[in-house]
């Protein structure tokens, strides 16, 4: 129990940095609640907006996360408008099922995110020159 309430305390994206270069964090693997995922990735969407067209750099954590079809269909409408602002973007935590409902996201928002297996080359990936 004290880790699902410490899972479940919310923090917002963050701006980090890899060898140097700027990007964003969206970690919705800490989240249980399918609202708190989805108002990170809101949250993350805002601060794309924030920046120059092409220029926001993402690395995104879905591991062990199942949301429903309705929480995908909202992030994928939500995840459009920020398309602009992206450079690069890497993923990890996709397998079966979820890597099937990623590629629709993709294909639907037109997103240029990458799956990774490995968070060390989804960031080498995402922060390269």
């Not at 919705?28 to 601060?47: G, N, P, R, T, V």
Request: proline share 3%.
């Amino acid at each position: 129990m004290v880790n699902e309430v410490s899972k479940e305390a919310y923090k917002k994206p963050l701006w980090k940095h890899h060898k140097g270069v700027e990007y964003i964090e969206i970690n919705l693997a800490q989240f249980i609640s399918e609202d708190l995922m989805i108002k990170h990735y809101a949250e993350a969407c805002d601060m794309i907006l924030q920046r120059p067209d092409k220029s926001v750099r993402i690395f995104t954590d879905i591991t062990d996360i199942n949301p429903s079809l309705d929480a995908i269909r909202f992030c994928k409408d939500i995840g459009r408008k920020a398309q602009r602002g992206i450079k690069s973007s890497a993923i990890i935590g996709t397998v079966g099922f979820k890597t099937i409902m990623l590629k629709i996201y993709i294909r639907y928002s037109g997103s240029p995110v990458k799956i990774f297996s490995s968070k060390d080359a989804a960031l080498d990936y995402v922060t390269q020159l």
